[in-house]
Structures are given as structure tokens and as C-alpha cells.
């Protein structure tokens, strides 16, 4: 999967499998976001479940594909639902995503994060910031879910992470980076006002659950389809949009829409190292 027209059929091919299968995908997910990433996985052809009181995991985490957890909102009630959640995950051989959103907030978060990062995720998602904190485990510079680094900036820390935790990292951005500690990619769609609506990149880290749950095996080619898919939904839905509040409309029902010409068009992926 090297030429872009080689990842295009790729990427389209997981999008096809997502619609097909309609992976279950349990989402442990921060308030801000729960809305959003549920409405992002339906839009992809998923079925999104936001299960997450610790009493229903032993019974609903075996029956679900995949698995999401973020942090953004985490509280001292919330981590033993994730840590039950992520750990049935793992033992039954369930792919799950960490998404450390503003892991660098406080000391309480960022153990939990490494805590969790001990469960075993197959993809750890964040933003440059969040990415460079987990992977030097420190706290301080914070601002908060956003990030003040570009994810190019976070390529050594997200490939000293992987190597480490056995995860494919993915550090969102202006080029969306996903390594697996040797190969370095680069993904190169989406346009700059998604930030600008909250939960972006949460979504992002469901969305790319749903790709790993039709494809466990190549974690490393399901993220940056998941990624690319993502992105274009966002630039389609940027060129009908006025601003932020109608691109997330937008972007919603492009994800919905999108057909294989587009994709084959738009994606941009190119190895990085
Ligand atoms: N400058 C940019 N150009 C193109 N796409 C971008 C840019 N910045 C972010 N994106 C896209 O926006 C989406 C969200 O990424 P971002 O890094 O903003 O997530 P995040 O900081 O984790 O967001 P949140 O915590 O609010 O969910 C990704 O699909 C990413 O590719
Ligand atoms: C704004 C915000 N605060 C905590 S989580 C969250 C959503 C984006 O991560
Ligand atoms: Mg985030």
C-alpha cells in the first residue's frame, strides 16, 4: 500500500466493510462529546453504544466489535468503568481506542491514562499535546482538550509511544501522523476549522474503533482510512458550510454520502518514514 491510489482503494475498501458489517462499538466517552461521536459512527454505517456504568461491562463489552475510551471528562467514578472495559476488551481479543483528551491536565489523569495505556489499547489517538504529555508522562503546559503543537511536532514522541505500549499512535492535526513505532504515516485531509468545533477529535477516535473492529488485524491501515475518511468528510462538508456550527452539520452528511470517486480523489496519504 504504497501510491496514493493504492491506500484509495484501501481506504474506501474499510468505508465499503463499515457500511456492510455495522460494527457494535462501545463508546466510554467524555459528556462534550457523547452526541457527536455517536452521530459521526452512525453516519459511517457503525452502531454506536455509550454503555459505560462498571454494573453493564461484564455483560455488554463481549457482545460489542470495538471499543472507545476518552478521558476528556474523567472523573474518580468514571476510570473503573474504563479500566473494567478496556481490560475485558483486551482479553477477549477486542480491538479498543484510548483517546487521551487533555491528559496533561492533572496529575489524576495522566495516571490514569498510563494506567490505562497498561490495558493494552490498539490505538492511542490524540492531539499533538496530548501525544507528547502521555508519551513523556508529564503534566503542566495544558490547554486543556486543545493542543498547542503541531502533530508533526509529536512524530518522535508518537513513535517512542508505540514502541512502548505495543499501540498504533495516531497524533490528530493539520497531517494526521499514524505509526506503529517503525512505519511513519501521513495523512493529509480535513481543513482547519474542525477544530473549531468541539469533539472532532473524539469522533475521530470512535470512528477509527469501527474501522479496527472490521479490520483488527491491520490496525496501522484501519486508522488511516479511518483518518482519511474523516478528513474528506470535513472538507466536503467545509465547502457548504458558513462556519463551525454548519460544518458539523455538513461533515455529518457528508460521512453519510460519501462515494468511491470522491474518496479515490481525495485521499491524501503518503509515507512519512
Ligand atoms: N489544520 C488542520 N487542517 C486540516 N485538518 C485538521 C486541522 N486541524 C485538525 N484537523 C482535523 O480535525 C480533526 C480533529 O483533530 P484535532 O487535532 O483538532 O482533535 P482534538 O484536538 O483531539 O479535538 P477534540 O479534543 O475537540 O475532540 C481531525 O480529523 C484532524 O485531521
Ligand atoms: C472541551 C472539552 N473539555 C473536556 S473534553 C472536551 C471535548 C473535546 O475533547
Ligand atoms: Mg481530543
Redesign the pocket.
Known sequence: MESKSEWGSGVWAHLTTVRQRSPLVQCIT?F??MDLVANTLLSAGASPAMVHSVVEIPDFTPHVHALCVNV??LTPDWLPSMKAAAELASKLGKPWVLDP??VSCSRFRLKACLELVELKPTVIKGNGSEIIALSSASTGQTK??DSSHESTDAIEAAKSLALSSGAVVAVSGAVDIVTDGKRVIGVRNGTKMMQKI??T??SLAGLIAAFLAIDSLQPLEATVSAMSVFGIAGELGEAMSKGPASLRMHLIDSLYGLDETTVLNRVNITRLG
Open positions: 467524555n462534550v462529546s476528556g471528562t483528551a487533555a486543556g482538550a468541539t469533539a477529535g473524539c
